[in-house]
């Protein structure tokens, strides 16, 4: 275990210090940008590991790992952000321990979830996930709306009863005229964040960026990065 924690703590310093420098040469403070861990595949030991070394935000993209991991972890305060796409038969569960669900991708999934939070009683944040490469015509299989829907799936949120609606959420495209032009896809995200909050103003969040393009997430604005492999390693096969 010792031995974990000073891998862990060792990546997530190099991290840091990659998010630092990325908001130094795009003149934004530090505190701009909330790294999120995304620790898929990896045990509760590891996110209490994490919690000790200062991490406050985790993400997960499967609910059956999710579930467990989150009920083990109850006592640590942590915010859960769910990140995979989301079914509407598992909506109940993640609503028990997600604080923010970051891909919201159609009125139906808003509906369901709106029950459940408000079965719950909970209050959960939602981000709308933006398909970047449904402009072209060439959509990938990450989900997300097409950017002409969000305004609709905006207001969806944004009247559901137990659902708060706080930004939106992209993952590059492997698609489309955005394909391996991070920086582009990040950019033309923001223009979409701005829009957006023309009309909802307190949906200024942005989660955009992973271990291999953070940097360029942050030199666009983003609010938040989700990163997995830098942090912990390379991830175990799925059994």
């Known amino acids: 275990m010792t031995d974990r924690r000073t891998q862990l703590a060792e990546n997530l ?3 840091e210090e990659r998010i630092a420098s990325a908001c130094s040469a795009a003149g934004r403070g530090r505190d701009e940008v ?7 595949t990896y045990p509760a030991s590891d996110v209490r590991i994490l919690h000790e070394l200062g991490v406050r935000h985790v993400a997960e993209n499967r609910d059956q790992d999710a579930a467990p991991k989150a009920a083990e972890c109850a006592d640590l305060s942590l915010t859960w952000h769910f990140v995979g796409q989301l079914q509407t038969n598992k909506v109940r569960s993640v609503a028990g321990y997600a604080d923010v669900v970051q891909s919201m991708d159609r009125v139906k999934l ?8 408000v079965r719950e009683g909970r209050d959960l944040g939602c981000l709308i996930q933006v398909a970047l490469d449904a402009e072209s015509g060439e959509r990938g ?3 997300g709306v097409a950017p002409d829907g969000i305004e609709e799936l905006a207001a969806a949120v944004g009247s559901a009863p137990g659902l708060r609606l706080d930004g939106l959420m992209t993952v590059a495209p492997l698609a489309g005229p955005y394909a391996g032009r991070q920086r582009a896809a990040f950019d033309r995200l923001m223009e979409f964040s ?3 909050r023309g009309n909802h103003p307190a949906a200024n969040m942005v989660s955009a960026g992973m271990s291999a393009d953070l940097e360029d997430a942050v030199a666009a604005g983003a609010t938040h990065v989700r990163v997995g492999t830098a942090v912990l390693g390379v991830r175990p096969g799925l059994g």
């Open 194 to 196: 701005s829009r957006l």
């Open 110 to 117: 808003v509906t369901a979830l709106s029950a459940a939070a």
């Open 13 to 15: 310093a190099r991290v």
């Open 34 to 40: 909330t790294l999120i861990v995304v620790t898929k």
């Open 141 to 143: 299989d990450r989900g």
